[in-house]
Protein backbone atom coordinates (compact mmCIF):
# COMPACT_ATOMS: atom_id res chain seq x y z
CA UNK A 1 0.00 0.00 0.00
CA UNK A 2 2.62 2.45 0.86
CA UNK A 3 4.57 1.86 -2.37
CA UNK A 4 2.06 2.83 -4.17
CA UNK A 5 1.38 6.21 -2.72
CA UNK A 6 4.52 7.72 -4.54
CA UNK A 7 3.35 6.56 -7.96
CA UNK A 8 -0.29 7.80 -6.87
CA UNK A 9 1.09 11.01 -6.06
CA UNK A 10 3.92 10.72 -9.49
CA UNK A 11 0.42 10.83 -11.50
CA UNK A 12 -1.81 13.46 -10.39
CA UNK A 13 1.49 15.97 -10.28
CA UNK A 14 1.68 15.34 -14.10
CA UNK A 15 -1.64 15.62 -15.05
CA UNK A 16 -1.94 18.75 -13.04
CA UNK A 17 1.48 20.04 -15.19
CA UNK A 18 -0.24 18.94 -18.76
CA UNK A 19 -3.66 20.80 -17.65
CA UNK A 20 -1.87 24.27 -17.05
CA UNK A 21 0.74 23.32 -20.27
CA UNK A 22 -2.59 23.12 -22.27
CA UNK A 23 -4.49 26.15 -20.39
CA UNK A 24 -1.52 28.29 -21.56
CA UNK A 25 -1.34 27.57 -25.15
CA UNK A 26 -5.18 28.31 -25.21
CA UNK A 27 -4.89 31.74 -23.59
CA UNK A 28 -1.63 32.94 -25.51
CA UNK A 29 -2.50 31.03 -29.07
CA UNK A 30 -3.43 33.53 -31.66
CA UNK A 31 -6.68 34.61 -32.85
CA UNK A 32 -7.78 32.75 -36.19
CA UNK A 33 -7.46 35.05 -39.34
CA UNK A 34 -10.52 35.33 -41.83
CA UNK A 35 -10.28 34.97 -45.31
CA UNK A 36 -9.55 38.82 -45.92
CA UNK A 37 -6.95 38.52 -43.60
CA UNK A 38 -9.13 40.92 -40.63
CA UNK A 39 -9.31 39.01 -37.79
CA UNK A 40 -12.86 38.01 -36.98
CA UNK A 41 -14.74 39.79 -33.83
CA UNK A 42 -16.62 37.71 -31.87
CA UNK A 43 -18.82 39.95 -29.83
CA UNK A 44 -19.68 42.29 -32.92
CA UNK A 45 -22.58 40.31 -35.06
CA UNK A 46 -21.99 41.00 -38.72
CA UNK A 47 -24.53 43.43 -40.69
CA UNK A 48 -25.82 44.15 -43.73
CA UNK A 49 -24.60 47.37 -45.52
CA UNK A 50 -27.26 50.11 -45.06
CA UNK A 51 -28.99 50.33 -48.05
CA UNK A 52 -28.12 53.66 -49.79
CA UNK A 53 -30.55 56.64 -49.97
CA UNK A 54 -31.34 57.39 -53.34
CA UNK A 55 -30.07 59.94 -55.14
CA UNK A 56 -32.16 63.08 -56.62
CA UNK A 57 -33.09 61.93 -59.76
CA UNK A 58 -31.10 63.39 -63.02
CA UNK A 59 -32.68 66.06 -65.05
CA UNK A 60 -31.78 67.32 -68.25
CA UNK A 61 -30.81 71.03 -68.25
CA UNK A 62 -30.75 73.32 -71.26
CA UNK A 63 -27.30 74.55 -72.58
CA UNK A 64 -27.23 78.27 -72.13
CA UNK A 65 -26.64 80.12 -74.57
CA UNK A 66 -23.86 82.38 -74.91
CA UNK A 67 -24.06 85.49 -76.41
CA UNK A 68 -27.21 87.79 -77.86
CA UNK A 69 -29.57 86.31 -81.18
CA UNK A 70 -30.67 88.03 -83.89
CA UNK A 71 -34.70 86.76 -83.31
CA UNK A 72 -36.35 86.60 -86.07
CA UNK A 73 -35.02 89.79 -87.53
CA UNK A 74 -37.77 92.37 -86.51
CA UNK A 75 -39.85 90.57 -89.95
CA UNK A 76 -43.85 91.89 -89.58
CA UNK A 77 -42.94 94.63 -86.88
CA UNK A 78 -42.45 98.26 -87.55
CA UNK A 79 -38.22 98.80 -87.97
CA UNK A 80 -35.97 100.14 -85.24
CA UNK A 81 -35.07 103.66 -85.08
CA UNK A 82 -32.08 104.54 -86.97
CA UNK A 83 -30.60 107.80 -86.92
CA UNK A 84 -26.64 107.54 -87.45
CA UNK A 85 -23.89 110.11 -88.73
CA UNK A 86 -23.29 109.64 -93.08
CA UNK A 87 -19.94 108.73 -94.53
CA UNK A 88 -19.00 111.64 -95.97
CA UNK A 89 -21.09 114.76 -93.77
CA UNK A 90 -25.08 114.65 -93.19
CA UNK A 91 -27.08 112.00 -91.32
CA UNK A 92 -28.60 109.08 -92.23
CA UNK A 93 -32.72 108.92 -90.81
CA UNK A 94 -34.82 105.82 -91.28
CA UNK A 95 -37.78 107.74 -90.53
CA UNK A 96 -37.35 110.36 -93.03
CA UNK A 97 -36.99 107.53 -95.86
CA UNK A 98 -40.46 106.56 -94.80
CA UNK A 99 -42.97 105.77 -98.16
CA UNK A 100 -39.38 104.33 -99.96
CA UNK A 101 -38.24 100.44 -99.68
CA UNK A 102 -34.87 100.42 -97.96
CA UNK A 103 -32.75 97.58 -97.60
CA UNK A 104 -30.16 98.13 -94.39
CA UNK A 105 -26.82 96.20 -94.11
CA UNK A 106 -25.25 96.19 -90.58
CA UNK A 107 -21.69 95.13 -91.37
CA UNK A 108 -17.62 96.24 -90.58
CA UNK A 109 -14.96 96.50 -92.66
CA UNK A 110 -13.29 93.34 -91.49
CA UNK A 111 -15.36 91.31 -92.57
CA UNK A 112 -14.62 89.00 -95.59
CA UNK A 113 -18.21 88.58 -96.23
CA UNK A 114 -19.03 92.27 -96.41
CA UNK A 115 -16.31 92.40 -98.85
CA UNK A 116 -18.40 90.09 -101.14
CA UNK A 117 -21.58 91.18 -101.23
CA UNK A 118 -20.43 94.94 -101.79
CA UNK A 119 -20.59 94.26 -105.38
CA UNK A 120 -23.62 92.60 -105.51
CA UNK A 121 -25.25 95.17 -103.74
CA UNK A 122 -24.11 98.02 -105.98
CA UNK A 123 -25.78 96.05 -108.60
CA UNK A 124 -29.43 95.73 -107.26
CA UNK A 125 -28.98 99.47 -106.08
CA UNK A 126 -28.33 100.54 -109.21
CA UNK A 127 -30.93 98.53 -111.20
CA UNK A 128 -33.70 99.04 -108.70
CA UNK A 129 -33.15 102.51 -108.29
CA UNK A 130 -36.14 103.81 -110.53
CA UNK A 131 -38.14 101.28 -108.53
CA UNK A 132 -37.81 103.59 -105.47
CA UNK A 133 -35.49 100.68 -103.68
CA UNK A 134 -32.73 102.69 -101.20
CA UNK A 135 -30.04 100.48 -99.87
CA UNK A 136 -28.21 101.35 -97.08
CA UNK A 137 -25.05 100.08 -95.16
CA UNK A 138 -24.29 100.36 -91.48
CA UNK A 139 -20.59 100.13 -90.61
CA UNK A 140 -20.72 99.20 -86.68
CA UNK A 141 -17.82 100.86 -84.12
CA UNK A 142 -15.62 101.81 -86.64
CA UNK A 143 -13.91 105.77 -87.72
CA UNK A 144 -14.85 107.29 -90.58
CA UNK A 145 -11.71 107.07 -91.87
CA UNK A 146 -11.50 103.56 -92.62
CA UNK A 147 -14.94 102.94 -93.57
CA UNK A 148 -14.50 106.30 -95.82
CA UNK A 149 -11.35 104.02 -97.52
CA UNK A 150 -13.41 100.68 -97.44
CA UNK A 151 -16.39 101.92 -99.57
CA UNK A 152 -14.32 103.85 -102.29
CA UNK A 153 -12.74 100.10 -102.62
CA UNK A 154 -15.42 98.54 -103.95
CA UNK A 155 -17.20 101.46 -105.65
CA UNK A 156 -19.88 101.74 -103.38
CA UNK A 157 -22.77 103.41 -104.75
CA UNK A 158 -25.32 103.64 -102.16
CA UNK A 159 -24.93 105.31 -98.70
CA UNK A 160 -23.05 103.89 -95.44
CA UNK A 161 -23.68 105.37 -91.92
CA UNK A 162 -21.71 104.97 -89.14
CA UNK A 163 -23.60 103.87 -85.52
CA UNK A 164 -19.78 104.51 -83.40
CA UNK A 165 -21.35 103.43 -79.97
CA UNK A 166 -23.11 100.33 -81.43
CA UNK A 167 -26.25 101.88 -80.28
CA UNK A 168 -27.98 100.88 -83.42
CA UNK A 169 -26.71 97.43 -83.97
CA UNK A 170 -28.42 96.66 -80.26
CA UNK A 171 -31.83 98.30 -81.51
CA UNK A 172 -32.03 96.49 -84.27
CA UNK A 173 -30.29 93.12 -82.85
CA UNK A 174 -27.42 92.78 -85.19
CA UNK A 175 -24.60 90.99 -83.70
CA UNK A 176 -23.94 88.90 -86.32
CA UNK A 177 -22.08 90.77 -88.86
CA UNK A 178 -23.13 91.16 -91.80
CA UNK A 179 -26.80 91.06 -91.28
CA UNK A 180 -29.50 92.06 -93.56
CA UNK A 181 -33.08 93.94 -93.22
CA UNK A 182 -35.77 94.69 -96.03
CA UNK A 183 -38.06 96.95 -95.23
CA UNK A 184 -40.85 98.40 -97.12
CA UNK A 185 -42.35 101.34 -97.85
CA UNK A 186 -44.67 101.43 -94.77
CA UNK A 187 -41.56 100.94 -92.46
CA UNK A 188 -42.61 96.71 -91.95
CA UNK A 189 -39.36 94.50 -92.05
CA UNK A 190 -40.52 92.01 -94.74
CA UNK A 191 -37.61 89.53 -94.92
CA UNK A 192 -34.03 89.28 -93.18
CA UNK A 193 -30.74 87.33 -93.71
CA UNK A 194 -27.77 86.94 -92.25
CA UNK A 195 -24.70 87.74 -94.26
CA UNK A 196 -22.79 85.90 -96.71
CA UNK A 197 -25.52 85.67 -99.08
CA UNK A 198 -25.83 85.45 -102.59
CA UNK A 199 -27.97 87.20 -105.12
CA UNK A 200 -30.67 84.63 -105.09
CA UNK A 201 -31.13 85.49 -101.15
CA UNK A 202 -30.98 89.50 -101.86
CA UNK A 203 -33.31 89.36 -105.20
CA UNK A 204 -36.34 87.54 -102.63
CA UNK A 205 -35.17 90.20 -99.93
CA UNK A 206 -35.59 93.11 -102.36
CA UNK A 207 -38.71 91.36 -104.02
CA UNK A 208 -40.21 91.79 -100.94
CA UNK A 209 -40.28 94.91 -100.29
CA UNK A 210 -41.10 96.20 -104.23
CA UNK A 211 -44.33 94.43 -104.83
CA UNK A 212 -45.35 93.98 -108.19
CA UNK A 213 -41.34 94.52 -109.38
CA UNK A 214 -39.89 91.10 -111.10
CA UNK A 215 -36.84 91.19 -109.09
CA UNK A 216 -33.97 88.82 -110.38
CA UNK A 217 -30.75 87.31 -109.24
Known sequence: MSSRLPIAAGVVTGVLAAAVVIGAIVAFAPEPIGPSGDTPSPSAPS?????ASPGPTATATSTPTVGPIVSGFHVGEPAPPLVVPQVGGGEIDLAALAGSPVWVNFMATWCPECQEEFPRMNGFAVRYADDGLIVL???????????????????????????????????WEA????VHFWIDADGIVRDGAFGGIGPDVMARGVGRILPGVDVTP
Open 175 to 178: YALP
Open 137 to 171: AIDVREEEGLVAAFAQSLNATFPMGLDLDGAAQRA
Open 47 to 51: QAPPS
